[in-house]
């Protein structure tokens, strides 16, 4: 692992859109894998205004995206295909054509499951997988467990994932219990993997992943065995290193 580590949560930003940014420069059709929630989002407001400003250019790019919550659609403002358009698909050159994610409206668990997968095949894999870290270690939806996950499947979300993501909601009981996810081992078939992560609260997590023994106890320990993977952490987030 290569890991970075910065002043603040902006520097985040701006340093995964160095990184990011260079693997769109590279390869003007690369497959990026992206994420939500908060983490990401100065990343893709740096993104945004590099776009903006002509520094990089969006048009071929394909992405798809880690996962979404059961019952959702873009109708919902909590749906992760409305976060993903909100917050950057409208504001660059991209065809809304090549953006992927999981269609939270299919209650055809094994027929989405297998779809999904198709579509990161057709595109030839990931190029470059955008990852947060939750505070019990998940990465996209795979919550700790007795093995890791290999292909996309639904999650039951544990009560720690689905109270962290409450302030997202009306209330606590507005959380989905479900989520359609990318497995561990589709993860780790990405090419180069990004991996960010900002404030003290994660701090315990994020040495278990570096340092700690790899396990399907902590999801984001399996990252130990990519061969290319930078870590891209604030002050807070390191402080544990």
């Not at 947060?132 to 919550?143: D, R, W």
């Not at 302030?167 to 219990?177: C, G, L, Q, S, T």
Request: hydrophobic share 40%; net charge neutral.
């Amino acid at each position: 692992m290569k890991i970075i580590t910065v002043d603040s949560y902006e520097e985040l930003g701006s340093r995964a859109a160095d990184v990011m940014g260079a693997q769109v420069i590279m390869k003007p059709n690369c497959v990026l894998g992206l994420a939500t929630g908060s983490t990401p989002l100065s990343l893709y407001q740096e993104l945004i205004r590099r776009n903006k400003a002509g520094i990089l250019d969006f048009s071929r790019v394909r992405t798809v995206n880690l996962d979404e919550y059961v019952g959702l659609g873009i109708e919902s403002d909590q749906s992760y295909v409305y976060f993903m358009r909100k917050n950057l698909f409208e504001h660059i050159n991209i065809d809304m054509n090549n953006t992927h994610l999981p269609n939270g409206l299919n209650s055809d668990v094994y027929a989405e499951c297998a779809r999904y997968d198709a579509v990161i095949e057709s595109l030839g894999g990931i190029d470059m997988q955008l990852l947060g870290i939750g505070h019990n270690g998940h990465i996209a939806f795979n919550e700790p467990a007795d093995s890791f996950t290999v292909n996309t499947n639904c999650v039951d979300l544990q009560q720690s994932t689905i109270e962290a993501n409450a302030r997202f909601f009306a209330k606590a009981d507005d959380v989905p219990k479900k989520a359609y996810t990318m497995g561990v081992g589709a993860i780790l078939k990405a090419r180069r993997i990004l991996i960010i992560a900002s404030g003290e609260g994660k701090a315990d997590i994020v040495r278990e992943m570096i340092k700690g023994p790899v396990t399907p106890k902590v999801p984001a320990s399996a990252l130990q065995m990519h061969r290319n993977v930078t870590v891209i952490l604030d002050k807070g987030a390191a402080s544990k290193l």
